[in-house]
């Protein structure tokens, strides 16, 4: 649970550090949303692949 909470503080800060103000230059806020889409669709992958795997589990 302590790895999840800090993984998700992480995230949100470093969420807030960039969009205020885009402190960032363009290409290193272009960066920074491209890494975040890739992470979250690997996130809800991998989520999707856990929920058949246990609904598969189930069934057997």
Do not use: C, E
């Not at 998700?8 to 960066?31: E, G, I, W």
């Amino acid at each position: 649970m302590k790895t999840v909470l800090f993984m998700l503080v992480a995230f949100f800060s470093t969420q807030a550090m960039a969009h205020p103000d885009h402190h960032l230059s363009d290409n290193a806020h272009a960066f920074y949303h491209a890494a975040f889409w890739i992470v979250f669709a690997a996130v809800v992958f991998k989520g999707i692949s856990w929920w058949r795997s246990r609904k598969s589990r189930k069934q057997d």
